[in-house]
């Protein structure tokens, strides 16, 4: 009777996941299973030549977890990801789980990295190795692998410049004890600050909460979202098109257009520095191509920040690409199934990717009366001399499309009396949520003669014209008539 009100008490505890709380569900759920030995039918299969005694075993223990497991996930996550398949092995469910909750929710990823750039030092080194290791833990729980170089560099990016000896003196040791200053004497053997600047003897120094809140929004002390802490040591011109893989940046960004293969100015978006008072504003999206060791890179959704004083490669973008990165010495390589994609040169702690423009990118702007002209919405050349602007503008074709005129439609379409005298045709979608089964359009076609009509559905909306011609197929081979009129918007 204990060891079911304990089984009871501890599944309790579980929240259910409702697919935004994966990570703290992630680090609840597994602690039951292991604590029933059921943990390896998660992760790992059966064997192909276990006997069948194994094989029994296995089997139940995987029933057992797959009961457990699906008794703490919501409705929507149960429909999502239940099936005939995930019912019979607990492996295949454990996998989906991670896949559509951890893998690729952008929402479970964005969070943590939010509580990741929220955690930093706050005097206590020990509450602070404990906050990180706990926030390692959620990283690893939804497969964002950071390679140690950079994890490093964030760390010390948290602490202030005054507090790197605490973690050199530390790192020799496994566990070390914290020692503080208390009566207003300094403790000889705290070394995490000197002692013309300990609190305890000069409590003048104690900064007030307003100003221990400023210095955490310091750049060198906390990381934040879309921003690249490494802009600030950047401000010489030589350096406007180089190259930098950041881990604080969300985005690649880019300063110059002439970077760009195709860029659209329809969106503005504000980019928060570490520089509280100031903003960078993002002016467009794009796609980039850069010719790296004689291939070219495509970079999608880049963004134009045109007062960015270097190009950062954001190395969040590049870990979704499954890339991994390996340093020796000043070098350091990008490898994706063991070949190389990127490389560059490690220079004052900062990574420089080697790169060329492609020759496409080396052209020549339009005339100034042109770009102008396109600016400004097409305006007439009146309104441009008045403007003072060049007026030389060749033959524009929106502007001779806008002035165009369109005949207007019909009533009434023409009488059909056969079938397949005409057939009418729409495509609607995409319909959000898909289907159970994956669909996400569907067609009608509408016989006008007969009023018959014929639904087929698609999950892409480029095989809407083989239903069609099927459905055409089908139709003249029973009617023994060829189609004769075609209307669709």
Known sequence: MNTKQTEVRELSNIPLLDGNNYSHWYLRIKIHPRSKDLIKVCEKPLAPDASIPVTNKWYNSSYEAINIITSNINKRVFREVVNNETSEKAN????????????RRAVNRGRLRMDWQRTFYSGNFQSYIDSCRKMMMKLKSVDIKVPNEILYFSLLGKLGDKNHSA???ASNEQFKKVYYCSNGRHNQQCTTHRKEECWAENPHLRPSRREKKRKFLNPSAHLLVATALITSSLSQKENLNDLVVDCGATHHMFNNKDFFHSLSFLVKINIATGDVNSTLIACGIGTVNLNCNNRII???????????NCNLISMLELFK????????????ILESNKEIILDGNIIDGLMYINYNLPKSLLT???????????RLGHPGISVLRSMGLPTDISNCLVCQMNKSHQLP???????????LDCLHLDLVGPISPASLSGYSYFLTIVDQAMG?????????????FQHFLSAKRLMENKHDRKLKKLVSN
Do not use: M
């Open 167 to 169: 973690l050199f003196s």
């Open 364 to 374: 020549t702007n339009n005339k100034e009366s042109d770009v102008w002209h396109n």
């Open 321 to 332: 690409k499954q890339l991994t990165i390996h340093c020796q010495g000043n070098k350091f």
């Open 298 to 308: 495509k970079l999608e959704y880049c963004h134009f920040v045109p007062k960015l």
């Open 452 to 464: 018959f009509k014929t639904i087929c559905f698609l999950k892409r909306k480029s095989e809407a």
């Open 409 to 419: 439609y019909l009533n009434h379409f023409e009488e059909a009396k056969f079938p």
């Open 92 to 103: 295949i469910l454990w996998a989906k789980l991670n896949k559509q909750y951890a893998s």
